[in-house]
T-cell receptor, first 114, second 110 residues
Framework: EAQVTQNPRYLITVTGKKLTVTCSQN?????MSWYRQDPGLGLRQIYY???????DKGDVPEGYKVSRKEKRNFPLILESPSPNQTSLYFC?????????????FGPGTRLTVT | AQRVTQPEKLLSVFKGAPVELKCNYS??????LFWYVQYSRQRLQLLLR??SRESIKGFTADLNKGETSFHLKKPFAQEEDSAMYYC????????????FGRGTSLIVHP
């Protein structure tokens, strides 16, 4: 089954404790991205990747890092999480020229930073 | 800069009533526009895109370049249409940062 998976689905952590949220897709998509979803603010893009070893900032990259060492994986790293990063995070992927194609979303990761 | 505005945070209707979820955009070129839907506890999924000119689950959306709008419409709402709806815009080829609106929560009462 073609899908985008994320782990963990739920995470509660404390300020400053490094964490990684994994994202994997099995559709051989070149484009992958991370979003955060907050009430009243909709979806905001954090980082995106056009292909292996090619990443770039989205609208709200501060406090996040990403890497794209393999085509199928695009982990989101929070080196020193803070409470304002409490949010619902979605990973997405799409074929080449990601902007013009349908994006396939993961199930979401709900992160709480205390 | 491209921008998507969904003026209504919440839209509440009764079953069988017509529904229109508004989406306005600002972009100087020729955009690609999408509607995504997120049902309760599910992931976002594409509902429709303007270039396809199709009707999905009874929903349609027409791109009006003069009014820079891409409103989503359905003549008779169903309870299962209750969900969060996001309008999204992508610029012409080469743009990799799609812009999403803030979303409209549609509630259809029985």
């Amino acid at each position: 089954e073609a899908q985008v998976t994320q782990n963990p689905r739920y995470l509660i952590t404390v300020t400053g404790k490094k964490l990684t949220v994994t994202c994997s897709q099995n559709m051989n998509h070149e484009y992958m991205s991370w979003y955060r979803q907050d009430p009243g603010l909709g979806l905001r893009q954090i980082y995106y990747s056009m292909n292996v070893e090619v990443t770039d900032k989205g609208d709200v990259p501060e406090g996040y890092k990403v890497s794209r060492k393999e085509k199928r994986n695009f982990p989101l790293i929070l080196e020193s999480p803070s409470p304002n990063q409490t949010s619902l995070y979605f990973c997405a992927s799409s074929p080449p020229a990601g902007g013009l194609h349908e994006q396939y979303f993961g199930p979401g990761t709900r992160l709480t930073v205390t | 800069a491209q921008r998507v505005t969904q003026p209504e945070k919440l839209l509440s209707v009764f079953k069988g009533a017509p529904v229109e979820l508004k989406c306005n955009y600002s972009y100087s070129g020729s955009p690609e526009l999408f509607w995504y839907v997120q049902y309760s506890r599910q992931r976002l999924q594409l509902l429709l895109r303007h270039i396809s000119r199709e009707s999905i689950k009874g929903f349609t959306a027409d791109l009006n370049k003069g009014e820079t709008s891409f409103h989503l419409k359905k003549p008779f709402a169903q309870e299962e249409d209750s969900a969060m709806y996001y309008c999204a815009l992508s610029a012409e080829v080469g743009s990799y940062i799609p812009t999403f609106g803030r979303g409209t929560s549609l509630i259809v009462h029985p």
